[in-house]
Nanobody
Framework: QVQLVESGGGLVQNGGSLGLSCAAS????????MGWYRQAPGKQRELVAS???????NYAVSVKGRFTISRDNAKNTVYLQMNSLKSEDTAVYYC???????????????WGQGTQVTVSS
C-alpha cells in the first residue's frame, strides 16, 4: 500500500511565505512525476507545479516566479516553497505522485489528504 502524507500549510499574511512537503511511503518501486494541485472553494482543482524524476519543473502561470517545487528522490519527498503569497493563493493544496508499487507493477496516481493554505489580506 502506498500513502502520500502532506505537512505544512496554515495561515499566513499577504506577502508572506509558507512551505509544504509531501512524503510518499509504502511498497514503492519507482516514482515518476510529482506535483502539487490546489482547489479553492467553488473552483476546480488546478495544477500548481510539477516535477519529473529528473528534476524538470512546470508551473502554473499564476505562481511562476513566486513558488518553487523541488524533490528529494532518496526520501520520496516533494516540496513546495511559496513566497509572496496572495489572497488568491488560498486553497486546499494536494500532493500528487505517479507511483509504481511492488503490489500492482503499474503506474498509478496517488493523492495526499490535502492541506489548507489561507492567505489573509
Amino acid at each position: 500500500q502506498v500513502q502520500l502524507v502532506e505537512s505544512g500549510g496554515g495561515l499566513v499574511q499577504n506577502g508572506g511565505s509558507l512551505g509544504l512537503s509531501c512524503a510518499a511511503s509504502g511498497r514503492i518501486f519507482s516514482i515518476k512525476d510529482m506535483g502539487w494541485y490546489r482547489q479553492a472553494p467553488g473552483k476546480q482543482r488546478e495544477l500548481v507545479a510539477s516535477i519529473t524524476s529528473r528534476g524538470s519543473t512546470n508551473y502554473a502561470v499564476s505562481v511562476k516566479g513566486r513558488f518553487t517545487i523541488s524533490r528529494d528522490n532518496a526520501k520520496n519527498t516533494v516540496y513546495l516553497q511559496m513566497n509572496s503569497l496572495k489572497s488568491e493563493d488560498t486553497a486546499v493544496y494536494y500532493c500528487n505522485a505517479k507511483i509504481m508499487s511492488f503490489t500492482t507493477w503499474v503506474d498509478e496516481d496517488y493523492w495526499g489528504q490535502g492541506t489548507q493554505v489561507t492567505v489573509s489580506s
